[in-house]
């Protein structure tokens, strides 16, 4: 087993190699992993070699602001039917874990035949809950109708930091509300500064958006954020939310239709977001607003 230094792009070139012909990395470089992991404060990759030198299984270990200290996201890649040497490597990533002082560690499998996920579970993980990933691509063409809200305004929060308390608050309560089988997700404002790189005087980016009351209430929030630093054309949700007493009354669907207006206008392309299991509401809006499959994601988790 090699843990090789998180800083040699080399040996995470190799190993990005490797994992594009057997699975679905998050990027086929490292330059490029780097880039979409940006917010992690920790890379750690492990790798196991046959007798030739060959890469046979490999896993990618990240700790990041946005899960939290006390969890290690993971992405694993093995060659089909070695089992045993694929376990051992997840072992190898849960013992550095345990060292760190992690509870558990989870991963995202996309789009898993049945033989990947007995290899997870031969290693200890169990299946706590699935999420779609689904795309929607916005043109010229597209008519993208304003979001509007009987009762309220959609404004951009950077424009309105005196309403970044309220909008806290309703982060929070719609954190613990969401039906997510873990807490994959920043919690809150703070977390969300940390992840992006904002200091806490700094306003946020665009598409930040917040509806918000004559009495200055926020009843709802959507957040998309630019996926690759460089990249405007893709954007990713991060969260929307509606105060519990403002549901069923179209905020979310307000909410997500002027994101796509006011991203096409800054250039953006392509709209990324997710369903998780049960959470059948934001599952309608996204196929109301057009979003397509792209892919699925099975969530594992090991607990340490």
């Given at each position: 087993m090699e843990l090789p230094d998180p800083a040699d792009d080399a040996a995470l070139d190799e190993l990005l190699t490797?994992?594009?012909?057997?699975?679905?990395?998050?990027?086929?470089?490292?330059?490029?992993?780097?880039?979409?992991?940006?917010?992690?404060?920790?890379?750690?990759?492990?790798?196991?070699?046959d007798p030739a030198g060959e890469l046979v299984a490999?896993?990618?270990?990240?700790?990041s602001p946005s899960i939290g200290n006390d969890q290690v996201q993971l992405n694993g890649f093995l060659r089909p039917g070695l089992v045993p040497e694929f376990a051992a490597v997840l072992d190898s990533v849960a013992t550095w874990a345990h060292a760190?002082?992690?509870?558990?560690?989870?991963?995202?499998?996309?789009?898993?035949?049945?033989?990947?996920?007995?290899?997870?579970?031969?290693?200890?993980?169990?299946?706590?809950?699935?999420?779609?990933?689904?795309?929607?691509?916005?043109?010229?063409?597209?008519?993208?109708?304003?979001?509007?809200i009987d009762g309220a305004q959609i404004v951009e929060l950077r424009d309105h930091p005196?309403?970044?308390?309220?909008?806290?608050?309703?982060?929070?309560?719609?954190?613990?509300?969401?039906?997510?089988?873990?807490?994959?997700?920043?919690a809150d404002l703070p977390l969300l500064r940390e992840e992006i790189g904002l200091a806490p005087d700094e306003p946020f980016p665009t598409l930040v958006l917040v509806a918000v009351t004559?009495?200055?209430?926020?009843?709802?929030?959507?957040?998309?954020?630019?996926?690759y630093p460089g990249?405007?054309?893709?954007?990713?949700?991060?969260?929307?939310?509606?105060?519990?007493?403002w549901r069923n009354r179209g905020v979310a669907l307000a909410l997500k239709q002027?994101?796509?207006?006011?991203?096409?206008?800054?250039?953006?392309?392509?709209?990324?977001?997710?369903n998780d299991d049960g959470n059948a509401p934001m599952r309608a809006i996204n196929e109301?607003?057009?979003?397509?499959?792209?892919?699925?994601?099975?969530?594992?988790?090991?607990?340490?």
């Open positions: 490797f994992a594009g012909t057997v699975g679905r990395p998050r990027a086929a470089t490292a330059t490029a992993y780097r880039a979409v992991a940006s917010d992690a404060t920790v890379i750690q990759p492990f790798v196991l070699r490999a896993a990618l270990a990240t700790v760190r002082r992690a509870q558990c560690v989870t991963a995202h499998i996309s789009d898993p035949d049945d033989a990947q996920l007995d290899a997870w579970r031969a290693a200890r993980f169990e299946q706590v809950g699935e999420r779609q990933r689904v795309i929607r691509t916005v043109g010229d063409d597209d008519h993208l109708a304003h979001g509007a005196e309403l970044e308390s309220g909008a806290e608050a309703l982060w929070r309560q719609s954190h613990q509300d969401v039906p997510s089988a873990l807490r994959f997700d920043t004559a009495a200055s209430d926020v009843v709802g929030l959507a957040v998309a954020l630019r996926r990249d405007r054309s893709v954007v990713g949700h991060r969260m929307t939310a509606t105060e519990r007493g002027e994101l796509l207006r006011r991203g096409r206008t800054e250039g953006v392309v392509t709209f990324q977001a997710s109301r607003l057009g979003y397509q499959l792209d892919y699925r994601l099975v969530l594992m988790r090991r607990d340490l």
